[in-house]
Each structure stands twice: as C-alpha cells, then as structure tokens.
C-alpha cells in the first residue's frame, strides 16, 4: 500500500510559476508509475502528466505540456510537477496518484493523495 502527500499549491499570479510536491510512503516506491492529475470546479479530474517508475517515460497532456515538468527523486521517495506560464485555466485541486503502469487514465491509478489547491489569478 502507498500513502501519497500533495503540497506546493497556492495563489500564483498568471504567468508565474509553481512546483508541486507528492511525498509517498513505502519501500515500494520505484516499482510504482505515478501521475499528476487536477480537478476545477464543476469538472472532471482530468490527467495532467505522468511518469514511469524508472524515470525514461512520461507523457503530459495536451493543455501543460511545454509548461510543465514531471519527475521523481526515488531516493526521497517524491514525485514533482514543475508548473510554468501558469493560466487562470489551470486553477484546479492536484492530485498524485500510483499505478503499476504509466498511464493517462485515472481509473488505472490505485492509491491517491487528498490533493493540493491552485490557484492562478488573472
């Protein structure tokens, strides 16, 4: 089992720049792909970016990518999404999530943090 903890959100002005945070509990860590995904106000949790346990796959969905930097530190056992040229747009709760493969699909994702808030003003 994996415990996920989310934290760098706040208020950025846009244009700024954020990096989010996901320390994960266990021994297990790098077997594990994980993945970054967000959830505005009234809308579905949509995927963000993600990255395989042995660091050499990510993938990043169409509205960050160029933006936005996933990566992961093993040894600490921690995820981060480095968020650039932030918009309104991407004002949204953020959640890391694990999965036995890299995948753009939430429901392939077993354990999940609580999520970080973001918030992007105009």
């Known amino acids: 089992q994996v415990q996920l903890a989310e934290s760098g959100g706040g208020l950025v002005q846009a244009g700024g720049s954020l990096r989010l945070s996901c320390a994960a509990s266990g021994r297990t860590f790098s077997t594990y792909a994980m993945g970054w995904f967000r959830q505005a106000p009234g809308k579905e949790r949509e995927f963000v970016a993600a990255i395989s346990g042995g660091y050499s796959n990510t993938v990043y969905a169409a509205s960050v990518k160029g933006r936005s930097t996933i990566s992961r530190d093993n040894a600490k056992n921690t995820v981060y999404l480095q968020m650039s040229s932030l918009k309104p747009e991407d004002t949204a709760v953020y959640y890391c999530?694990?999965?036995?493969?890299?995948?753009?699909?939430?429901?392939?994702?077993?354990?999940w943090g609580q999520g970080t808030q973001v918030t992007v003003s105009s």
């Open positions: 999530a694990a999965a036995y493969g890299i995948s753009m699909s939430g429901r392939d994702y077993a354990y």
